[in-house]
Nanobody, 126 residues
Framework: QVQLVESGGGLVQAGGSLTLSCAAS????????MGWFRQAPGKEREFVAH????????YYADSVKGRFTISRDDDKNTVYLQMNSLKPEDTAVYSC???????????????????WGQGTQVTVSS
């Protein structure tokens, strides 16, 4: 079993930055691939970013490519999402997810992740 706890959300003006953190416990963190997803009110959950075991590869949704950066620190059992140039349309609850599926063609699919955090709210004002 893996427990995931997100932090770092908040209110920011458009053009600003935030860094989200997701702390993991309960299983060897380095054996897991990690992802970030988000869900805005009235919308379906969508993929944001994925980082493979070891951090050798990263993948992003087109909507955040060039603005967001996912990274991991296996010594701290933590994955991060650095978000720059934020836009009002980035407003959502952001959740981290973990699972053994690393890279491959389905990294953006929620079902391949076994563990989920509760989420943290990010609000971007215009």
């Amino acid at each position: 079993q893996v427990q995931l706890v997100e932090s770092g959300g908040g209110l920011v003006q458009a053009g600003g930055s935030l860094t989200l953190s997701c702390a993991a416990s309960g299983r060897t963190f380095s054996s897991l691939a990690m992802g970030w997803f988000r869900q805005a009110p009235g919308k379906e959950r969508e993929f944001v970013a994925h980082i493979t075991r070891g951090g050798g590869s990263t993948y992003y949704a087109d909507s955040v490519k060039g603005r967001f950066t996912i990274s991991r620190d296996d010594d701290k059992n933590t994955v991060y999402l650095q978000m720059n140039s934020l836009k009002p349309e980035d407003t959502a609850v952001y959740s981290c997810a973990a699972g053994p599926y690393s890279g491959g063609r389905y990294y953006d699919a929620a079902p391949v992740y076994d563990y989920w955090g509760q989420g943290t709210q990010v609000t971007v004002s215009s």
